[in-house]
């Protein structure tokens, strides 16, 4: 594990705001973020109760799928990923991350969208259980109460400065983990990386204080969308701050919370934290895809 460390973000924003970035992203270089943190007690909880495989869930570019694979592999343990989608079986070696999860040990299976909406199902799980045997079951995005857990541990005693915590969300259990730990003074805010309404119940069921909002206005049309704008402010944001951002979750957390300054959202003088929650590994196959729309690429360095 890396030292984690707060940025200052060097833009000059009216009515006296500060903006930081807290840089999860350089926990570790495989398991980075918010992965790091959900992963750390659902590793040793496997330990604890015996278990040799890890099974999880997960998208053709899933941070999740990604960082299962490395740390599963790291601490010697075997790792399945059920995929989404079928078609993408024999597509391995032009996917970057399930080409990466497969290189760390992770045996992969493919199947339907409409298979996998019955991923929370007992009788889909009994189904993997005959398939696999026994395994510790990590939950798509890895959000359980052991990961929320992890999460709670992202706030340290630097941040009690801060008067906003902002993250992305995903599955709800980071926001859910800032939420449990934010001091009386702090407000959490959340910026869903899909659409609905549905995160909010999500939330509730690990969320212990009423201290927090969603604000579901940037998620550039759903899941893994992203158009020029979106490119540009994350490749400018690059430029001027050396913070790579990721186009799924913390690209367009990070163009939110901009945007709200300039629209006179926060009280003068407030104190930002941004989560940098990692998933930069993503942005290699995103790239491919946006080469194959002839639009510009996405800077994870210099």
């Known amino acids: 594990m890396n030292p984690v460390f707060n940025q200052p973000i060097n833009i000059d924003f009216p009515n006296g705001i500060s903006l930081t970035i807290k840089r999860e992203d350089l926990i570790h270089p495989f398991v980075s973020g918010n992965k790091f943190r959900k992963l750390k007690y659902n590793l040793l909880q496997a330990k604890a109760e015996n278990k040799k495989t890890l099974l999880t869930f997960g998208g053709a570019f899933s941070n999740h799928i990604a960082a299962v694979a490395y740390a599963g592999n790291e601490q010697g343990l075997k790792t399945i990923g059920i995929i989404r989608g079928d078609e993408l079986f024999d597509k391995i070696e032009e996917n970057p991350t399930l080409k990466f999860a497969q290189e760390n040990g992770m045996q992969l299976e493919f199947i339907s969208r409409e298979e996998y ?8 799980i009994e189904k993997l259980k005959e398939k696999y045997g026994d395994f510790y079951l990590v ?9 929320v857990k992890g999460c709670e541990e992202i706030l340290t005693a630097e941040d009690a400065v801060f008067n906003y ?29 899909l659409k609905g309404d549905f995160l909010n119940d999500e939330i509730r069921i690990f969320a212990k204080k009423d201290n927090w909002n969603l604000i579901s206005d940037y998620h550039f049309g759903g899941y893994g969308k992203i158009n020029l704008e979106l490119i540009e402010f994350i490749n400018a944001f690059f430029d001027e701050n050396k913070v790579p951002l990721d186009p799924i979750y913390t690209g367009k957390m990070v163009f939110g919370v901009i945007d709200l300054i300039h629209k006179n959202y926060f009280p003068a003088h407030s104190k930002i934290l941004l989560i940098h929650t990692g998933g930069l590994q993503g942005i290699q196959g995103m790239n491919l895809k946006l080469k194959q729309k002839k639009l510009p690429i996405l800077k994870i360095d210099d």
């Open 117 to 124: 909406r019955l991923k929370n199902e007992d009788s889909f």
């Open 165 to 193: 915590v902002c993250c992305a969300a995903g599955t709800g259990g980071t926001i859910s983990g800032l939420i449990n730990s934010a001091l009386p003074n702090q407000k959490i805010l959340g910026f869903p990386a």
């Open 139 to 147: 939950p798509e995005g890895g959000t359980n109460e052991l990961a």
